[in-house]
């Protein structure tokens, strides 16, 4: 089942490095925070490099201004999400999640099998707006679709 608004976000862990290999709690994530999360299917991807992700490198300062955290998530390892976040330029605050086994991805219905393109199992391309934990928005993309989870649309159809 795919997640929906009103739904929790799933407890899970990922990874994250900044000073170091990090596991965090999905839940110590978004709890008692406003959030976007946007999912991607693979670090370095043509799309995913070209245009989802540098659209929120382009505008978080925008997302930050409205008290709005901003979290990127592949099901890559955290060594793969740390070296493309420093080659776009990722700004310090603009988190890299790993979602490595696509646990998350799975508890939120979101995967896809890219193994016709050697990608095992991927995210959909989505973007979540949550707050406290729950989930108020959904912006989840048609297979082969860049519309509706980019920066600007979703930017464009949040809470003021």
């Not at 799975?106 to 990608?119: I, K, N, T, V």
Request: hydrophobic share 40%; glycine share 10%.
């Amino acid at each position: 089942m795919t997640i929906q608004a009103g739904d929790r976000i799933p407890e899970v862990t990922l990874k994250r490095i900044r000073e170091g290999m990090e596991t965090i709690d999905t839940h110590a994530l978004f709890d008692g925070r406003r959030a976007v999360l946007f999912g991607v299917p693979g670090a370095f991807t043509p799309t995913c490099s070209a245009r989802h992700l540098p659209g929120y490198v382009e505008h978080f300062a925008d997302f930050r201004h409205r008290g709005i955290d901003v979290f990127c998530m592949a099901v890559n390892d955290p060594f793969v999400m740390k070296a493309w976040g420093e080659s776009q330029h990722v700004p310090d605050g603009l988190q890299m999640l790993s979602d490595g086994n696509g646990e998350l991805t799975r508890a939120l219905g979101l995967e896809m099998d890219a193994s016709s393109s050697g990608m095992g199992l991927r995210s959909r391309r989505f973007a979540l707006y949550v707050e406290d934990g729950v989930v108020r928005q959904t912006f989840i993309e048609e297979p082969g679709q860049f519309e509706v989870s980019s920066a600007t649309y979703v930017l464009a159809h949040l809470p003021s």
